[in-house]
């Protein structure tokens, strides 16, 4: 299994990159905000990958973060998303809008991917939405892994990233688990919350306001 790649950037297409490692190029399937995230031709590259088999075809997919690959995994499970599919869902929406609109049960957030009909869309909020809570959870974790992570990248010409939505999201999601409320019910409060913060204890306290017993 080829579950990360650095390099240094060939060329992008489309809907791939060609990353050269050492000499040898890997053709690499990226949505289009993983695409459009890359650095320029020739400078150094890393991406988390998940490698499709099939009898009759090998091809690679680049996610910029452990996260969105989860997600990726995560959408490829419900039956009529393949990798295409899945690559349209996190180029639209990015794999916190996946997570957001996921636990709020917004199928149209997930329709605006293309090539994704307002069937399917509710098919994946439907078999996700319970699986939800777990991956914004693990989010934090995945997300602390990347920036421990060694990458071969010039840090002068590309300063150290902010660290993800997901960090914060993943902590306020395990504080209201902490206070005995429901996965479900605090994956969907957080997300709501998220739309207007961004730090863990404005979520928090916006989301318990979402959750409190209303008059």
């Known amino acids: 299994m080829i579950g990360k790649l650095t390099g240094r950037l060939d060329y992008r297409a489309s809907d791939h990159a060609l990353i050269d490692v050492g000499g040898v190029g890997y053709v690499v399937h990226c949505s289009d905000r993983t695409l459009a995230a890359l650095p320029g031709t020739g400078e150094a590259v890393s991406l988390y990958t998940?490698?499709?088999?099939?009898e009759d075809l090998l091809q690679l997919f680049g996610f910029s973060t452990?996260?969105?690959?989860?997600?990726?995994?995560?959408?490829?499970?419900?039956?009529?998303?393949?990798?295409?599919?899945?690559?349209?869902?996190?180029?639209?929406?990015?794999?916190?809008?996946?997570?957001?609109?996921?636990?709020?049960?917004?199928?149209n957030a997930v329709k605006a991917?293309?090539?994704?009909?307002?069937?399917?869309?509710?098919?994946?909020?439907?078999?996700?939405?319970?699986?939800?809570?777990?991956?914004?959870?693990?989010?934090?974790?995945?997300?602390?892994?990347?920036?421990?992570?060694?990458v071969v990248i010039d840090a002068a010409t590309n300063p150290a990233p902010r660290p993800a939505a997901s960090n914060a999201q993943a902590e306020a999601l395990s504080a209201l688990q902490n206070l005995g409320y429901g996965p479900a019910d605090a994956a969907a409060a957080v997300a709501q919350a998220a739309e207007t913060e961004a730090e863990t204890p404005a979520l928090i306290r916006a989301a318990l306001r979402l959750l409190a017993p209303k008059d």
């Open 113 to 150: 991917a293309q090539g994704v009909g307002p069937k399917l869309a509710q098919r994946v909020v439907n078999e996700l939405k319970d699986k939800a809570p777990a991956a914004m959870a693990q989010g934090g974790s995945l997300e602390t892994a990347v920036a421990e992570d060694p």
């Open 66 to 107: 452990p996260y969105e690959r989860e997600w990726h995994r995560l959408l490829i499970s419900v039956q009529g998303v393949g990798a295409k599919a899945s690559m349209a869902i996190l180029g639209a929406l990015g794999a916190e809008g996946v997570a957001r609109a996921i636990a709020l049960g917004d199928a």
């Open 50 to 54: 998940e490698l499709l088999v099939r």
